[in-house]
T-cell receptor, first 114, second 112 residues
Framework: KAGVTQTPRYLIKTRGQQVTLSCSPI?????VSWYQQTPGQGLQFLFE???????NKGNFPGRFSGRQFSNSRSEMNVSTLELGDSALYLC?????????????FGPGTRLTVT | DAKTTQPPSMDCAEGRAANLPCNHS???????VYWYRQIHSQGPQYIIH???NNETNEMASLIITEDRKSSTLILPHATLRDTAVYYC?????????????FGQGTTLQVKP
């Protein structure tokens, strides 16, 4: 079974631009969560989608948004990029997103904002 | 948010068992304890999870104390490839599905 895939793997953007990252979950998984990882803040939860609905949200500004499609693939968008948005963005998928389901992470997208 | 306490770093000799402790004194009765690890520059990898009973899989064993306030992850025969940051996590409260709260974790260094 193929793992979680994320595209692109690396991205360089300029301040003020916007960016869209993509995540394809493991086949059959309906929950997709997004995380941001920086050296200073560690791994932080952004949001979770299940059956095309945002079910949980972390403490990030509205510039960070996401969506999920009917095939469970998910995208996250960051508008008006800031230097501090430079990070590794990880997505994870699970069967149901409940408390008894493990999450499987993708390799991440490394975003650099200049 | 859910709070776990782990030592910041540990060393282990290759071939020996690595025992990684975690305190989670605020855990409630229906919260699972999860362990993940992250090898440098890769996405976190699920290891194991449990509720009350001890659990074992092909990667590790999880020992949960009877009062559930702490647990220990055991890698029975550590290899150099087990060098990673290990995170102990539990999902606190209702509605926090899909939301893992990562602390600083324990950096395990396996030495030859």
């Amino acid at each position: 079974k193929a793992g979680v895939t994320q595209t692109p793997r690396y991205l360089i953007k300029t301040r003020g631009q916007q960016v869209t990252l993509s995540c394809s979950p493991i086949s059959g998984h309906r929950s997709v969560s997004w995380y941001q990882q920086t050296p200073g803040q560690g791994l932080q939860f952004l949001f979770e989608y299940f059956s095309e609905t945002q079910r949980n949200k972390g403490n990030f500004p509205g510039r960070f948004s996401g969506r999920q499609f009917s095939n469970s693939r998910s995208e996250m968008n960051v508008s008006t990029l800031e230097l501090g948005d430079s990070a590794l963005y990880l997505c994870a998928s699970s069967l149901g997103g409940g408390r008894d389901y493990e999450q499987y992470f993708g390799p991440g997208t490394r975003l650099t904002v200049t | 948010d859910a709070k776990t306490t782990q030592p910041p770093s540990m060393d282990c000799a290759e071939g020996r068992a690595a025992n990684l402790p975690c305190n989670h004194s605020t855990i409630s009765g229906n919260e699972y304890v999860y362990w993940y690890r992250q090898i440098h520059s890769q996405g976190p990898q699920y290891i194991i999870h449990g509720l009350k009973n001890n659990e074992t899989n092909e990667m590790a064993s999880l020992i949960i104390t009877e009062d559930r306030k702490s647990s220990t992850l055991i890698l029975p025969h550590a290899t150099l490839r087990d060098t990673a940051v290990y995170y102990c996590i539990f999902l606190h409260g209702s509605g926090n599905t899909g939301k893992l709260i990562f602390g600083q974790g324990t950096t395990l260094q396996v030495k030859p």
